[in-house]
């Protein structure tokens, strides 16, 4: 009885001398070969050849600093809350006469570590922030890891360096360019 029409029939006639060489199959598995050398290779030479990111891409955060290098954290924690992986924590402190040229806000975070391992790159963090601080950047993706204490990237990994600021279309939110 035939409960489907997808029972394929054994072919029970006894192989050819030709069959027998395996030369159907060799110039079967040739001929694939040779397809695929001359059709357009979907790999490329990473790093060296890079793809386009797609627009909605998100990557490696950035801790934005303003036009004058100070950074723009408060430590407000909004981020932390939105984020629903869980993998912001901070550690706020006030900032001390004399240090206005570096935090920008009377609070700034002396910690903040994000958690690469939770982070699921939703743009919560980015969306929550109030003071335009942090981004998720479109065109860095975040390094692979071997050692799971490389995971956790702090202030030193993720406080935009003044010779390479990163560019994260900060003005939609503040209408400058820092
Ligand atoms: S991108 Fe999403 S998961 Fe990652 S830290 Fe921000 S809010 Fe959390
Ligand atoms: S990054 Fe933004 S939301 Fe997060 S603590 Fe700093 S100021 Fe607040």
Do not use: W
Not at 4 to 13: G, S
Not at 65 to 90: K, S, Y
Not at 112 to 124: A, D, P
């Amino acid at each position: 009885m035939q409960l489907t029409n997808r029972a394929k029939k054994t072919n029970k006639n006894p192989m050819t001398i030709a069959e027998r060489l395996y030369l159907p199959a060799l110039a079967g598995g040739l001929g694939t070969t040779i397809k695929h050398f001359f059709k357009k290779k979907p790999t490329i030479q990473y790093p060296e050849q890079k793809r386009e990111f797609s627009p909605v891409f998100r990557g490696l955060h950035v801790l934005k600093r303003d036009d004058q290098g100070r950074e723009r954290c408060t430590a407000c924690g909004l981020c932390a809350v939105a984020c629903p992986a869980e993998a912001i924590t901070m550690i706020a402190g006030e900032r001390e006469p004399g240090q206005e040229h570096l935090y920008r806000e009377e609070k700034y975070a002396v910690e903040y570590e994000v958690n690469m391992l939770r982070c699921i790159f939703c743009g919560l963090c980015e969306e929550a922030c109030p003071k335009a601080a942090i981004f998720l950047q479109p065109d860095k993706i975040a390094p692979a890891f071997f050692e799971r204490d490389q995971v956790i990237f702090g202030k030193d990994r993720l406080v935009e360096k003044m010779d390479d600021r990163a560019s994260v279309g900060i003005e939609k939110y503040t209408g400058v360019k820092s």
